[in-house]
């Protein structure tokens, strides 16, 4: 196998793995803001379908000039907001309440990453 077909094969590899941990925040999000059902399926299914939906969005409105990455981000929030409603038949509040501890699972987790790989990189770095 080629270098092509290694990055096409990480690709999917990362996009899989992906979408079972942000569909694992998902879930502890909605059980912390006790949506009743919640399973960690549910989570996998809406994380994907809302993936696709909110990437379609934000791909269209990319294209309105000035103001079209800013309508991007707001609607992709409103779909994902939308579909976890729909997957967990919860109510709106509930929904945004977990998709928002999502996010911010999310984001504690990239900053840590970050900093892991900030200070392992620095320790390399010649004296």
């Known amino acids: ?3 092509m077909g290694m990055g096409i094969v990480g ?3 990362a996009l899989v793995i992906g979408i079972l941990v942000g569909a694992l925040f998902l879930w502890v999000a909605a059980k912390i803001v006790k949506i009743d059902g919640a399973s960690y399926g549910k989570a996998i299914l809406a ?6 939906a909110a990437g379609i969005a934000q791909f269209i409105l990319a294209f309105i000039p000035v103001v079209g990455a800013i309508l991007g981000f707001i609607a992709g929030i409103l779909i994902m907001v939308f579909i976890i409603q729909k997957f967990f038949a919860t109510t709106f509040g509930k929904a945004f309440l977990a998709w928002l501890i999502d996010f911010i699972i999310m984001v504690i987790i990239g900053v840590v990453f970050a900093l ?3 200070v ?3 320790s390399m770095m010649p004296k």
């Not at 994380?47 to 696709?52: A, D």
Request: hydrophobic share 65%; no cysteine.
């Open 120 to 122: 392992s990189m620095f």
């Open 11 to 13: 690709g999917i590899l």
């Open 116 to 118: 892991v790989a900030g």
């Open 47 to 52: 994380t994907i379908v809302g993936f696709i």
């Open 1 to 3: 196998m080629g270098a």
